[in-house]
């Protein structure tokens, strides 16, 4: 006896037509509900602005009822009172000339007189025959943007005022690592300038002009130098330098001695932490007559140059010398030069020599020493301070090039009968390409 149809089970639909099914009845909502109750503000106006339509959905945001708003309030009535404004003089033009306009951030006016941020997109609706009819407006709560927008602005000013504090900072510790004035020798022209390359950053390049009494009769240090690195370790470093150099002075003005003194205390340095060193020259100068003698040593720092007063320029022919700390039992070698009356001795730190260029022959795009001996050649013969202001005036004409800082120190013996030049106090300006330290 065979089984009646009912009796046999249902087969079971494919996924693929349960799942139509499903997506079916959710797609079957009521449009007069999407439209009420959608995420968003939905308002269409007549094209005088009257209001012809409006959702739940802005009436909540609002406070108002249908009633207070239809055929009785314009859009613009809406608005506060830049809004107003800015609705009728630029947005109703523009809605007029191309039709619509997108991501407008306005206010509006709720009905207990608070406001609300909004987003605002409107299209002009037009008929067959292309005639507009009205303005279909689409409005979206912007309270957590703007809400953002405060909060990210609040944060920016909080790190602006924190960088204005970082580059106080920066500047007074950079000045308490050079000199604030060079002293006035009798006979000599002394002038230096530094350049900092970033406003955030301490840079690690020193130079130094100080009396050594301990010697027989009265004679000047002076030294120039830049240290590995940026920043507070640099700083440190720095620091320890200028000290070590000042006080090996004082017991043994003999340059190479005192960068063999510098040169233990950093190689101590070197093995115990970060690989500490740095480039130096150092030199005396004692009175001779109508001008100076000055002994030198360098350790892996570029050799200075000399500018005679007969108007030739060039690079002190002098060894090398290592670099300062990353050795032990280094050995270090001078160079006597005298400056005789209107010569000027030229020491510089590799910022100037490294800035990118245009249009220089060195291959490397660098500034190069090639170009820097011709500029002196240009100079020659000078005084300390016309030199150094033109080394000014040729760092601010490489610009962007800059992009380390720069030390120059110069010294020069005054003609006879000539005033020595003393420095000025540095001023209390930020550091950084539009704000150097100003020259000593």
Known sequence: MGRNQRDEPAAAAPDGETD??????????????LYENAPCGYLSTLLDGRIAKINKTLLNWLGYTKDELVGRRSFSDLLNVGGKLYYETHLAPLLSMQGEVGGVALEL???????????????VKTDDAGEPMLIRTTIFDARDRRAYERELLRAREEGDRERARLQDLVVTLQR????PVLPVVPGLDAAAHYYAASSDELGGDFYDLFPLSGLVGLSWGLFLGDVCGKGARAAALTS?????LRTAAVYDGDPATVLGTLNSALHEQYLQDDRSFCTVIFGLLRPDGDGFTVTLARGGHAAPLLMRADGTADYLSMPLGPLIGAWADVVFTTATIRLHPGDTLLLFTDGLTEARAAGTTDPSGRYGDEALRAFCRELAPTTAAAAVTAIIALLDSLGDGRQDDTAVLAVGA???GATPLGAT????TPLGPDNPLPSA
């Open 109 to 123: 006016r709720a009905a207990d007189g608070t406001h609300l941020p909004v987003l605002v997109t409107s299209a």
């Open 414 to 416: 005054t003609p006879l």
């Open 176 to 179: 308490s690592l050079l000199p």
């Open 20 to 33: 139509y099914a499903v997506f079916s009845s959710l797609l079957e909502d009521n449009a007069e509900d």
């Open 240 to 244: 320890l330098i200028r000290y070590t």
């Open 425 to 428: 106090p540095l001023r209390a």
